[in-house]
Structure formats: structure tokens, C-alpha cells
């Protein structure tokens, strides 16, 4: 089980984008990320007439390491610690470790 995942608010902590939040886009396999409107870079497209693409300078989101991320905790307005528990049904969760406030319900 991951520590952040597809969908979760994070904020970054490092990097020129720090300060920013942003929801998870995607989840890479080598430990980045991709997060919504954070790390944005300008790529030079050439133009795809086969797939109706249109070449120029576009602006996209480039992937960050997930340890320069944390979980944004809305009760405290910032950054926390996430670890994981175990419900008495069984079921394995995350938890924010300043609060004890459950993530996953």
C-alpha cells in the first residue's frame, strides 16, 4: 500500500514549485509523480497531422519525486506525516500521524 496515491491533495515541499498544492494525477512506477497545475514545463511539440495534433511551445506537468511531496492535511492547512493502521474489521488504512484523523473511509 502507497503512501500517496491517485486522487490525494498533496503539497510540495522542495523543488521551485514548493508551496504548491495539487491533486495527484498520476502514479509513476519509479517513486514520481504527476500532480495537477505543479512542476510545469514548456515542451516543444512537432505537429501530428495523423492524430490532429497541433505543433508549438505547449505547457504540461513534469513528474516530481514523491519525496519532495506530502499529504495535505485540510484540519491542520498544511503538510503531514501519513502512516498506516489496521481497523478492528480488518481492513488496512492510512492515517494522518498529527492528527490520528483516518484518510481512507
Known amino acids: 500500500m502507497e503512501r500517496i496515491r491517485k ?16 491533486h495527484v494525477l498520476r502514479v509513476l512506477k519509479d517513486g514520481r509523480l504527476l500532480v495537477e497545475n505543479v512542476n510545469m514545463v514548456m515542451r516543444h511539440q512537432k505537429p501530428d497531422p495523423q492524430a490532429q495534433k497541433t ?10 519525486q514523491v519525496s519532495n511531496v506530502m499529504l495535505y492535511n485540510p484540519a491542520t492547512d498544511e503538510g503531514d506525516r501519513v502512516g ?20 481512507d473511509i
Open 7 to 22: 486522487g490525494d491533495e498533496v503539497i510540495v515541499i522542495a523543488g521551485r514549485s514548493k508551496g504548491q498544492r495539487g
Open 55 to 64: 505543433g508549438g511551445i505547449i505547457e504540461r506537468e513534469a513528474p516530481i
Open 84 to 103: 498506516f493502521k489496521f481497523l478492528e474489521d480488518g481492513r488496512k488504512v492510512r492515517f494522518f500521524r498529527s492528527t490520528g484523523e483516518v484518510v
